[in-house]
């Protein structure tokens, strides 16, 4: 059964420092999501894409973030420069249409950790 | 804005016996839905069971089960016949039908452990 992957699995890295977390959703998927936990926390929604474009944004999702497909298969989060409160466990998700009921595919999330 | 609960951090049940896990949501719209997603350890969140909000029908996906009540806006989910694979994080989700394409608002979830 196709899956939603992420990478890496584990990041470490100081503060200031700019990461990259990838996303490869489900190939016949048109609707991307990024959300992230803090330990302990809620599962928080940080932005949706369709079409190439940003769909919705939380206002958590400030300008320090942004996201790109920049291929056929790829989902990426760029976080700019880390601060110490984007430790997180960040999770891409997909699906194939833009129906609100449709289930949303996960991918097993990125543990980012700032120094 | 809606907000999900979830008041059991952890809950705990024998193998074969029934588990329920609580939820509940504040929101002023009529029309959403209600998911209930499960995460096993170092695994990916996946659907176990959707509630659509103007269906009165509670859903029923095998030993799992929702008891949904709109007034009391609770959608507490009910795991028959446990089993030591049912051991898991279980979020509860709510989504807007109409606006926006489906942006999950989740709650803290709940830390099911299953005993043999």
């Known amino acids: 059964e196709p899956e939603v992957t992420q990478t890496p699995s584990h990041q470490v890295t100081q503060m200031g420092q700019e990461v990259i977390l990838r996303c490869v959703p489900i190939s016949n998927h048109l609707y991307f999501y990024w959300y992230r936990q803090i330990l302990g926390q809620k599962v928080e929604f940080l932005v949706s894409?369709?079409?190439?474009?940003?769909?919705?944004k939380s206002e958590i999702f400030d300008d320090q973030f942004s996201v790109e497909r920049p291929d056929g298969s790829n989902f990426t989060l760029k976080i700019r420069s880390t601060k110490l409160e984007d430790s997180a466990m960040y999770f891409c998700a997909s699906k194939t249409s833009g129906g609100a009921g449709e289930t949303q595919y996960f991918g097993p999330g990125t543990r980012l950790l700032v120094l | 804005a809606q907000t999900v609960t979830q008041s059991q951090p952890e809950m705990s049940v024998q193998e074969a016996e029934t588990v329920t896990l609580s939820c509940t949501y504040d929101?002023?719209?009529?029309?959403?839905?209600l998911f209930w997603y499960k995460q096993p350890p170092s695994r990916q969140m996946i659907l176990v069971i959707r509630?659509?909000?103007?269906?009165?029908q509670n859903a029923t996906e095998n030993r799992f089960s929702v008891n949904f009540q709109k007034a009391a806006k609770s959608f507490s989910l009910k795991i028959s016949d446990s089993q030591l694979g049912d051991a898991a994080m279980y979020f509860c989700?709510?989504?807007?039908?109409?606006?926006?394409?489906?942006?999950?608002?989740f709650g803290k979830g709940t830390k099911l452990s299953v005993k043999p």
């Open positions: 989700a709510y989504v807007n039908y109409g606006g926006s394409q489906g942006n999950l608002i």
């Open positions: 509630q659509e909000a103007y269906k009165q």
């Open positions: 929101t002023s719209e009529s029309d959403y839905y």
């Open positions: 894409f369709y079409n190439n474009e940003i769909s919705e």
